[in-house]
C-alpha cells in the first residue's frame, strides 16, 4: 500500500471504475470459502429433499397399516443391514424401514425435516431480531440501558421449562382456532422458542456496541450531525455482525432441540406428528435394537446445524472488509 | 486583540467554556465530584487563522476541542460561532450548523468504519446534508480525493488497506465535504510517522489557503504548532493559562509553564542543546477531579508566590494579544514591566550566546 504505487494508474485515461454493488464483493468473496460453499451445497440438498421429496417419494408418513399388513410392515430394517444379515427384514418400498407401528421412516424424516428447519429458522429469526433490536437499543440508548438489561436479567432468570409449558396450555387452544392444528401449534412452539432465547444475543450485541459507540468513526458521524436512525445502520449494526451471526447459527440447533423437548413432554406437536426431535424421542427405548432410527434423524439435525453453521462462518468472513480479499 | 492591524472577524468566540463529567459512587451511584476536564476556558478564533492548543496529556485539549462542536453537552459557557451560541442550541438548529464546523481526528484507523468503502465514508456527509443526485455525489468525492491528494483509483477500497497518512487524507476529505468554515483538528499527526507528519501539515495549510478555512490546531507537538499556527494557546488542568500571537508567545512566553513547556522542546542543534537550560517541574499533575486552590499551576510552579496559593489569577490581556493568568503579571505595572524587561534581557542574552 505504498503511496505512489497507483499513480501510474490514475494518470491513465481510463475511468476510475464506479462503487461497485458491495454485495458483489460479498458474493466473491464468500465462494471463496470452501467450507461455507459446500454447507450451502449440503443445506440446500436438505432443503430440497425435504420439501421436494415427499412429492416423489410414495410412501405416506403418518398412515398406519392395519390388519395383516400391521405385522408385515412393522420393525422393518433398513436394506443396507442386508449387508451383515441377509436374514433381516427389509423391503426395498422401505429403504431406511419401518417404525414399531409400520410408518416408513425416510417419509418421517421429509415431513419431520419440513417442521424442524422451519422452526428453527423462524424461531432463530425472531430471536435474533429481539436479541439485536434489545442488544442495541440498549447499548446505544444510556436511558434505556438499564431498564432493558434487567428485562433480560428477569427472562434469564426464568425456569423456562415451567414457563413454557403453562404458556402452551394458556394458549395452545386460541391459537389453534386461529391457525389450525399444526399452524397453531407451529406459531405456538417458534414464539416460544423466540421468546424466550433472545438474552445472550441482547448481552453480547449490547457489550459490543458499548464500545463500538466510544470509537471515533461513531464521534466522527455524530459531528457530521448523523441522526441515531440513521447511525445505528450504518455504523453500529454492520460492526456487530459477527456475533449476530454466531448466535444466529448456534440459534438454529437449540431451537430444533427445545422443540423436540416439548413435543417430548407432550406439549408440541400432536404424537402423531412427526419432527426430527420427536423421531429421535421415539426411538430412544430401542435404540440398540433399531440404531437407525436413531442415527439418521441424528445425522439430519447435526448435518442441517452444521452446514448453517459453516454458511454462518462463510457470510461473517465474507461481509468483514478486512478479511475480505485473504 | 480588538484594534488588530487586519481586522480580522471573529469566527468563533469561547466564552468561560466548562466541561465537567460527573464522577458517579457508591452503592446508590450518587454523584459525588466532576472531572473539571475544561473549567472557564475563554478565547477568540479569527475567520482564516490558525489558532493551536497546547498542553501536556490529560489536560482537556481535545475535551475542549470536541465540546467546541457540542460533541459533548458543555457544563457552562457559551460558544459563539458566527454569533450563534451553539452551547445552547436545540438538536434541529444544531444539525443545521454542523456543516459549518467539521473535525479531523487523532487515530485515523478508528476514526473511519472499518466496514465502509472510502468512496461512502467521504459521501457520508453529503448524504446527510445534501440532495445530490448520484452521479454529482461521486463527482464530489472524486474532487474531494484530488484536493487531498488520494487517487480516484482508491475509492472502492476500505480503510484497512491504507497507510496512516492516507487514511489521515480520508478523514480530512470526509471533513471538507461539505465546505465548512472552521475545522477542529485534534491531534491530526500524533499517530503519524514523522515523515508523513510534514505531508499532513502541508496539506492542511494548503487546504487552508485554497479553501479559506480557519483551524483550531490541538497537539502536544510544540514545533509542528510553531509551524502552522498563527496564535497559540497553552492548556493546563483545564485552564487556558496563556494565549499570544506565536511569535510573541515562543519568543517570550511569559507564564512559568509555559516557559517550562517550552524549555523541554528539543533543539536540532547539538551544541545548542548542550547547553540549553531545561526547567524541570516537579510533582505531577493534580487531578482535575481536585484541583488545587488558587492557581492550579500553584503546586508545581518554580516561581509560586504566597497569593498563588489563595486566589485564581485572572486571564487578562498584559501586552498587545497576549494574554496570561498569572498573578506575578497582575502585580503593580512597574514589577509587571521589570518583569517584562528582565524577560527581554534574557531573550538577548541567549540569542547572544548563539
Redesign the interface.
Known sequence: ???NK??P??DSPAL?????S?WRDVWDQFKKHRGALIGALIFLSILLGVFLGPLIYPQDARLVPTGRDFIRLRDMRPIYVLLWDSGAKVDWAHPLGTDNIGRDLLARMMLGGQVSIAVGLAAMALSVVLGTAIGVLAGFFRRLDGPLMRLTDLFLALPLLPLLLVAVLLFREPLKAAFGVEGGIFVLIVTLVGLTSWMQTARIVRGDVLALKE???V?????????PR?MIP??IL??VLSPIMVSATLGIASAIITESALSFLGFGFPPDFPTWGRLLNDAVDRMQLFPERVIWPGLAISLTVLSVNYIGDGLRDA????I?GR | MRDDPPPRRVLVEVRELQMHFPIHAGILRRRVGAVKAVDGVSFDIHEGETLGLVGESGCGKSTCG?AL?R?YEVTGGRILFDGQDIARLGPRE??AM??AM??V???PQ????????V??IIA??LD??TALSKADK?ARV?ELMDAVGL??????R?P????G??RQRI?IA?ALALNPKFIVCDEPIAALDVSIQAQVVNLLEDLQERFGLTYLFISHDLSMVRHIADRVAVMYLGKVVELAPRDALYNAPLHPYTQALLSAVPDPDPAAEAVTERIILEGDVPSPANPPAGCNFCTRCPQAMEICHREDPEFREVAHGHHVACHRYNEAEDEFASAMATHEARERNQQGED
Open positions: 500500500m505504498s503511496e497507483a499513480a494508474t490514475g476510475p471504475r464506479p462503487p461497485r458491495q470509537r471515533e468513526f464521534l466522527a458521524a455524530r459531528s457530521i450531525g448523523t441522526p440513521r450504518r455504523h454492520p460492526n461481509l468483514d472488509p478486512r475480505r | 470536541r462542536l460533541l444544531l444539525r454542523r456543516p467539521q473535525m481526528f487523532q487515530d478508528a476514526s473511519l468504519n472499518p466496514r465502509m468503502t468512496a461512502a457520508e456527509p446527510e446534508h461521486l472524486y487517487s480516484r483509483d482508491f475509492a472502492n476500505y484497512h488497506e491504507f497507510s497518512g492516507q478523514g470526509r
